[in-house]
């Protein structure tokens, strides 16, 4: 962003003035003290840990121009500019729409319970061939990250893709307000955050309250291969545009076509009249519909086929997100960035459609944040290994009882072993005598399941 901070304070509306050191120019924000860069505007967010009005001083003696606050400050520089809100958070999220009306940005919302990051890493990478392209910093997408994505856009880049998470009712209405998408797009719902969220029909309300905050003429996109999302972003915009992995009359369509090499998928996409072919760093069924999501997205805002497939085809994914790779005899597959039933499940099912004949390996970890449903969502995740024909399923964390039973309910007849550390991991592996095949390892973020993997990558 580039602005003077008298614009600043009227974007804001905050009151105090710009002090005795003229009305500088601010072009980047930040809330942690520690990434102040000099000229920064540093905006002092109460967090539940820490206060960031504890860090103005601080952020003042790295070279900070200003500062955003909730209340007058002791112990700065004489003469700092202080800017003074009631509300930080809701002063930095009108600073980001304000800065957005200068660019004039079109913006695209990525919205869904699993794949948002994908989805908007395959987004940016299509509309970067059309021209420069913004897109949040790894995955800030929450109320604070939001803003702060939108302000780390540069005055050239004209499309913003932005990926926006919830994880409780009456999380979106702000969030889509910062936003005001002219795409928004929802590739999926599940069970995710069902602690707050209740059930998948209550994710599906949430999300799509999204499309209430289209600007005017702007276009909602959402699959048509979950009924309770198709329903409630109905409901709110009727003139939603149908996604669908699943054939039937959506005007946007993708199929999975399989893997041309370890971690590279091939897909066909349909996007209204246009019909392709397209290669991607992404293999497994349940990608189709993330690639399909970002296709069609950008091509509303303009991409050719051309642009499709380069961006596609040159996409770099984020880590953790079902990356494939060979070691030895192992083909490793990590998914340890995060966990909930949906991505669970397809996960599984792509690792052991990959897997085709051999060995299959589960490493698992727990779900978190379920709420009342974790012990039904455990017991479907050991039915759904034991369906998979894994010859082995590793668990770490609560509820292995419940998968255990999930798994002998289906009458799974392979290992199944809780394994509470890395070492425990490698030291029950070695007893089953599986030196090879295909090994998945996912689970919450919160159970790290990436020391598994490390763990086992440094002793083949
Ligand atoms: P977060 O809510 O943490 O921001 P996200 O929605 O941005 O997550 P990603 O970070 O892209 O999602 O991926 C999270 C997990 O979901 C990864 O394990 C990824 O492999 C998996 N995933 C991505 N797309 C899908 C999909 N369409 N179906 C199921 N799982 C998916
Ligand atoms: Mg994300």
């Known amino acids: 962003m580039r602005m003077t901070l008298s614009e600043i304070l009227v974007a804001t509306g905050a009151v105090g003035d710009v002090?005795?050191?003229?009305?500088?120019?601010?072009?980047?924000?930040?809330?942690?003290?520690?990434?102040?860069?000099?000229?920064?505007?540093?905006?002092?967010?109460?967090?539940?840990?820490?206060?960031?009005?504890?860090?103005?001083?601080?952020?003042?003696?790295?070279?900070?121009?200003?500062?955003?606050?909730?209340?007058?400050?002791?112990?700065?520089?004489?003469?700092?500019?202080?800017?003074?809100?009631?509300?930080?958070?809701?002063?930095?999220?009108?600073?980001?729409?304000?800065?957005?009306?200068?660019?004039?940005?079109?913006?695209?919302?990525?919205?869904?319970?699993?794949?948002?990051?994908?989805?908007?890493?395959?987004?940016?990478?299509?509309?970067?061939?059309?021209?420069?392209?913004?897109?949040?910093?790894?995955?800030?997408?929450?109320?604070?990250?939001?803003?702060?994505?939108?302000?780390?856009?540069?005055?050239?880049?004209?499309?913003?893709?932005?990926?926006?998470?919830?994880?409780?009712?009456?999380?979106?209405?702000?969030?889509?307000?910062?936003?005001?998408?002219?795409?928004?797009?929802?590739?999926?719902?599940?069970?995710?955050?069902?602690?707050?969220?209740?059930?998948?029909?209550?994710?599906?309300v949430e999300k799509t309250k999204l499309f209430k905050a289209l600007r005017p003429g702007g276009t909602a996109l959402a699959s048509m291969d979950y009924p309770e999302l198709w329903a409630a972003a109905k409901a709110v915009c009727p003139g939603v545009l149908g996604l669908s992995t699943k054939g039937g009359s959506a005007p946007y369509r993708a199929k999975y076509l399989g893997a041309i090499s370890e971690g590279r998928g091939r897909f066909f996409l349909k996007l209204r009249d246009l019909e392709m072919e397209v290669t991607t760093p992404l293999t497994g069924g349940h990608f189709a519909e993330n690639i399909l999501a970002a296709a069609a997205a950008a091509q509303i805002l303009g991409a050719t086929e051309e642009h499709i497939s380069s961006g596609l085809a040159t996409a770099v994914m984020p880590e953790q997100r079902f990356f494939c790779r060979r070691h030895g005899n192992y083909t490793l597959i990590d998914d340890t960035y995060n966990a909930n039933p949906l991505s669970m499940r397809r996960a599984i099912a792509a690792a052991a459609e990959s897997a085709q004949g051999k060995p299959l390996v589960l490493v698992l970890g727990e779900m978190r944040e379920m709420g009342s449903h974790a012990e039904a969502e455990h017991a479907k995740l050991g039915g759904e290994a034991a369906a998979s024909g894994a010859k082995a399923v590793f668990y770490h964390g609560a509820h292995a009882d419940v998968v255990a039973a999930g798994l002998s309910r289906q009458g799974y007849a392979g290992v199944f072993a809780v394994v509470d550390t890395p070492d425990a991991f490698l030291e029950t592996l070695a007893t089953t005598g599986l030196s090879s095949g295909v090994f998945l390892f996912k689970g919450s973020r919160s159970m790290h399941m990436e020391e598994y993997l490390a763990a086992l990558t440094q002793s083949i």
């Open 19 to 204: 002090g005795e050191r003229g009305n500088p120019v601010i072009e980047s924000v930040r809330i942690d003290s520690r990434s102040v860069a000099a000229g920064s505007l540093f905006v002092c967010i109460p967090g539940t840990r820490l206060d960031g009005h504890n860090f103005a001083a601080e952020a003042m003696a790295k070279g900070a121009a200003a500062i955003l606050a909730d209340r007058p400050l002791a112990g700065l520089p004489a003469g700092t500019p202080v800017l003074l809100v009631r509300d930080t958070v809701a002063a930095l999220g009108k600073l980001a729409r304000s800065w957005r009306e200068r660019v004039g940005a079109k913006l695209v919302a990525v919205s869904g319970s699993a794949g948002k990051t994908t989805v908007k890493e395959l987004t940016a990478s299509i509309l970067g061939k059309v021209g420069p392209t913004a897109k949040n910093y790894k995955n800030f997408n929450n109320k604070i990250g939001l803003p702060l994505s939108m302000l780390e856009a540069g005055e050239a880049d004209l499309t913003w893709v932005m990926e926006l998470g919830i994880s409780a009712p009456g999380e979106m209405d702000p969030l889509a307000a910062i936003a005001e998408p002219d795409v928004a797009v929802i590739h999926n719902v599940g069970p995710a955050h069902l602690e707050a969220l209740g059930d998948v029909a209550g994710v599906a």
